[in-house]
């Protein structure tokens, strides 16, 4: 499944749009200001989990072997997991936790699930990545 332009930028017009609606809201007294900085983090944690679930159906060029065909789906099905893992735990956290604590896990999770993206593919690149992930 791939994402085409059209449908990335009408996404970050989207955002974009919803982030000036709820500033105004909070300029015009009808919100408070935790609530729109809430309401945004929660979108971008729902935007991370989306994209992480995509990352395992996304396609691309067959690999030379079998073998690094295996390796390169484990890691895509990995990586997915925990982008998607990382992207649900910084949604709900902003939804249900105070700003003090959701502020650096949310943080500490989304920079985990990037380092071990990382170490997935580097383990990849390097043929030593198990299939049974």
């Avoid at 935007?47 to 067959?62: E, H, R, S």
């Avoid at 789906?73 to 956290?93: D, E, I, K, N, V």
Wanted: hydrophobic content about 60%; aromatic content about 6%; charged content about 15%.
């Amino acid at each position: 499944m791939k994402i085409g332009i059209a449908t990335s930028i009408a996404a970050a017009l989207f955002i974009l749009v919803a982030t000036l609606v709820l500033r105004e809201l909070v300029h015009a007294g009808m919100l408070d200001g935790s609530v729109g900085t809430r309401t945004v983090m929660m979108a971008n944690g729902v935007i991370v989990a989306l994209c992480g679930n995509l990352i395992p159906k996304t396609l691309a060029a067959p690999r030379a072997s079998l073998a690094a065909e295996r390796r390169m789906q484990a890691a895509l099905r990995s990586a997915g997991l925990a982008m998607t893992l990382a992207g649900a735990l910084y949604a709900l956290l902003w939804l249900a936790a105070p700003e003090a604590i959701a502020q650096p896990v949310s943080l500490g999770a989304l920079g985990l699930a990037f380092l071990y993206t990382v170490y997935r593919i580097l383990r990849c690149k390097w043929g030593r990545a198990d299939v049974a992930a």
